[in-house]
């Protein structure tokens, strides 16, 4: 089962430009995190939201949670090749596990 | 610098056979996973251990079995290959305060011919 949905499924920009990327669920989570995949290797945390509302910043990557906790938005400013990858959020269940969304392949070109 | 380790980043095996993927973590972890990943579908959770010789069943574990007899090793068993076994397989650790924060090893690339 698909708890959680991302979109879109695949993004290419220009270098500069800027994105976003959601991810959806039906379902309430006590926390989302988002990762990053490059090819070749696992994914890598970049952060874990919390609180409902709740905005963190990464440098040119700002991340909200929903209100509600079931959704997330990742976006990117002025983006370089180097934020070239396979975007994943995951959602922390009741029994402590995640649940991952598919991804969102992004290509920056430069 | 904290690591995960997989024994094998490419595997060709054929039907039926027995394979054996194993991963290693340095960080003194309790909690260790093991995630399939395939395209439009994410990661899966097919086996998590959270401390020696415990296991509990994640979402997909039909046709697999994991082993956990050193804290800082876990493999996963797949005790007659098939086809639909082909997939990228990722082992990953946690520790048990920080649980949700996963670390993730490289992937093994798995093709059951």
């Known amino acids: 089962t698909q708890l959680l949905e991302q979109s879109p499924q695949f993004l290419s920009i220009q270098e500069g430009e800027n994105l976003t990327v959601y991810c959806n669920s039906s379902s309430v989570f006590s926390s989302l995190q988002w990762y990053r995949q490059e090819p070749g290797e696992g994914p890598v945390l970049l952060v874990t939201?919390?609180?409902?509302?709740e905005v963190k910043k990464l440098k040119r990557l700002t991340f909200q949670f929903g209100d509600a906790r079931k959704d997330s938005s990742l976006h990117i400013t002025a983006a370089q090749p180097g934020d070239t990858g396979l975007y994943l959020c995951a959602g922390v269940r009741r029994d402590y596990k995640l649940s991952f969304g598919a991804g969102t392949t992004v290509t920056v070109r430069a | 610098d904290v690591k995960v380790t997989q024994s094998s980043r490419y595997l060709v095996k054929r039907t039926g056979e027995k394979v054996f993927l194993e991963c290693v973590q340095d960080m003194d972890h309790e909690n260790m996973f093991w995630y399939r990943q395939d395209p439009g579908l994410g990661l899966r959770l097919i086996y998590f251990s959270y401390d020696v010789k415990m296991k509990e069943k994640g979402d997909i574990p039909e046709g697999y079995s994991v082993s956990r007899e050193k804290k800082e090793r876990f493999s996963l068993i797949l005790e007659s290959a098939s086809t639909n076994q082909t997939s990228m397989y990722l082992c990953?650790?946690?520790?048990?305060?920080?649980?949700?924060?996963?670390?993730f090893g490289p992937g093994t690339r798995l093709t059951v011919l």
């Open positions: 939201v919390v609180t409902g509302g």
């Open positions: 990953a650790s946690s520790s048990l305060i920080s649980y949700n924060e996963q670390f």
